[in-house]
């Protein structure tokens, strides 16, 4: 099933990149664009899919309703 339409939801912009909001091995928490992830591998123990534009720079959660009904139990 292809993805819906989608747009920014702070500034319009079609320009989005898919990716993961995970913790570095430094600490830290950043967006990972799933073309290096596909390169380098990244370790953490929170891995959130997400979406980012790349015009303003929000970065929104994706959530797979299936995969979140498989967690609740």
């Known amino acids: 099933m292809p993805e819906p339409y989608r747009v920014c939801s702070k500034c319009g912009s079609l320009r989005l990149v898919e990716g993961r909001v995970s913790d570095g091995s ?5 967006f990972k664009p799933a073309v290096l992830r596909k390169f380098f591998s990244f370790t953490g ?3 959130i899919d997400a979406i980012a534009c790349r015009d303003c720079g929000a970065v929104e959660m994706k959530v797979d309703p299936a ?3 498989d967690m609740a139990g």
């Open 26 to 30: 430094l600490g830290g928490v950043g």
């Open 67 to 69: 995969k979140l009904a």
């Open 45 to 47: 123990t929170v891995k």
